[in-house]
């Protein structure tokens, strides 16, 4: 351990002294005034690229980029580029009038001409990105754009406040890879696999960040735990294992998320096949009452306590505590006899060997998780202890994500959502959506569930769609909670835990998305030293 331990000081301080300036000359992170400088490890390497046509910054600011809306710490949808929004009494034209005095780093002036370039170029990148309801846009001069929705979509705001505005004269095929943007910061260097540089941008238009130098580095968890003990970086983003570790000059910082894991459950009996001849469904989990006792009998409290010392929530469903979250989801959990009782009314009756069987099949499958990742192997491997008094078997497997595209149909798999997006609640849990990529590959399906959502998607604001998606939750008699048809059983939402530099403040925290890219970023603008 010892020598791992100097191994990764040598590697950062190595690191640190790979930049080099605009003649040459290299110079470490720590060369610079630090008070105007910053060096984070807080999360791994965007593997493609800086493009917000892409994805970029669709789980935090993207950085070197503007948006034309965004929200603040209570979801509020607030102006960034845009000055006013608006939308047709149809729903299906949005008009967005931009500000005049925006500049890209380079210098040259941000125009509606380069906000028609952006989305007609994210609607046909073929992408994580879905414009495919954007029939058009286009501009009106120089400051007004006009966006035509083949049908009214309430979420179309949350676009509009994810996806970061690029230069139609600079983008090219590599511009993943040199980015330029409006946004706080400017792209300066990229060593893949190792870290990023970043300038303050002088042309920015907005509150001007504290800092103007910024350094990323891209460290295994150990490595990241090793610099934040060494000196080497401001802030660290860690698991919560090491949360409890005693780290001189930095303090721990916690906060709240939607990062959640959950078990997804085969919804259909199994016999169904992909059209490439993967095997769908599973004949234990198709069973209303094993999904619901597993619900019921599964102690969230414990989990949290025992898997991340203490460092997140107990999760119910994919959107706990966002404003589009039906409260009434939540269950009582922890009840092992009323889980049994379930079980038993079902017909699920010990075989006298401790596992329940009904109509001739056991109540037992395998628990697929991917391999490498730590907080789900013992998650599942908790969770299996956890149900076996019930009377139900479970194998808890590691598996490569290629070997889990391969299975996930017909097995149950320990997964991760959490966004600032309610669509990706219809993306997990509407009939359209079975089968495609990683979102309802349980083949879930509810007519009124879909019913909601698709009043949910029509509605003309975020207030009324969110009463959908909260009856699409639940509505006192079906939805896609555990209250409901149980599809999933959401175990935990797990907190972000970072060691803070003592003296450098990063402002207020809305509850943070999924842990991909780096959600931290998004008050960037707020950070700042103790004077």
Not at 83 to 108: N, P
Not at 355 to 364: H, L, P, S, V
């Amino acid at each position: 351990m010892k020598i791992r331990i100097v191994f990764i000081f040598l590697f950062l301080s190595s690191l640190v002294m790979a930049c080099s300036d605009e003649n040459g000359k290299e110079f470490s992170a720590r060369d610079v005034d630090t008070k105007s400088s910053l060096v984070l490890a807080i999360g791994g390497e965007p593997e493609d690229g800086f493009d917000p046509t892409t994805g970029w910054g669709r789980y935090g600011s993207p950085l070197f980029q503007s948006t034309l809306l965004t929200y603040d710490q209570d979801f509020t949808i607030q102006n960034d580029l845009a000055t006013t929004y608006k939308v047709s009494d149809d729903g299906r034209k949005w008009t967005v009038t931009i500000r005049k005095d925006v500049m890209f780093s380079d210098g040259e002036a941000l125009t509606a001409e380069d906000v028609v370039f952006t989305y007609k170029t994210a609607k046909t990148s073929g992408s994580v990105i879905d414009l495919d309801n954007l029939e058009k846009v286009e501009k009106t001069g120089d400051d007004t754009i006009h966006f035509y929705l083949k049908k009214p979509e309430s979420t179309f705001i949350y676009l509009l406040s994810t996806i970061g505005i690029v230069p139609k004269h600079a983008y090219d095929q590599d511009y993943n890879e040199n980015p330029i943007g409006s946004g706080p910061f400017e792209f300066v260097q990229w060593d893949k696999g190792q870290q990023l540089i970043v300038k303050e941008n002088e042309y920015y238009y907005g509150e001007k960040p504290s800092f103007k130098n910024l350094t990323f580095l891209f460290l295994s968890e150990d490595a990241t735990f090793a610099a934040a003990k060494s000196g080497e970086v401001d802030i660290a983003a860690v698991p919560p294992t090491y949360a409890k570790e005693d780290v001189p000059g930095m303090r721990i910082e916690t906060w709240k998320s939607v990062d959640n894991r959950g078990i997804m459950f085969p919804f259909v009996p199994a016999g169904e096949k992909t059209k490439e001849g993967v095997a769908v469904g599973n004949d234990v989990t198709a069973d209303k009452a094993i999904r619901q006792a597993i619900n019921v009998g599964i102690d969230r409290q414990a989990l949290v306590d025992g898997i991340l010392d203490g460092y997140g929530t107990p999760a119910y469903t994919a959107a706990d505590r966002l404003p589009w979250w039906n409260p009434d989801t939540v269950i009582e959990d922890g009840d092992m006899e009323r889980a049994k009782d379930m079980l038993e009314d079902a017909g699920w009756i010990d075989n006298g060997n401790g596992i329940r069987e009904k109509n001739g099949i056991q109540a037992a499958f395998t628990l697929l998780y991917p391999a490498g990742d730590q907080l789900r192997q013992s998650l599942s491997i908790a969770f299996a202890d956890m149900i076996r008094p019930l009377g139900i078997d479970v194998k808890a497997e590691g598996k490569s994500w290629r070997d889990i595209e391969k299975l996930m149909y017909s097995h149950p798999v320990m997964m991760g959502w959490g966004s600032h997006d309610p669509l990706e609640l219809y993306n997990l849990f509407s009939s359209n959506t079975r089968g495609i990529g990683h979102y309802n590959s349980n083949y879930y399906s509810n007519q009124t569930v879909d019913a909601y959502m698709e009043k949910a998607l029509r509605a003309r604001n975020e207030k009324e769609a969110n009463q959908y998606w909260q009856k699409a939750q639940w509505d006192g008699e079906t939805g896609f909670s555990a209250q409901g048809d149980a599809p999933w059983a959401w175990l935990v939402n797990v907190d972000h835990v970072y060691y803070v530099r003592e003296g450098l403040h990063i402002g207020e925290q809305k509850i943070q998305p999924h842990g991909h890219g780096w959600p931290l970023t998004d008050s960037i603008a707020q950070w700042e030293w103790d004077e």
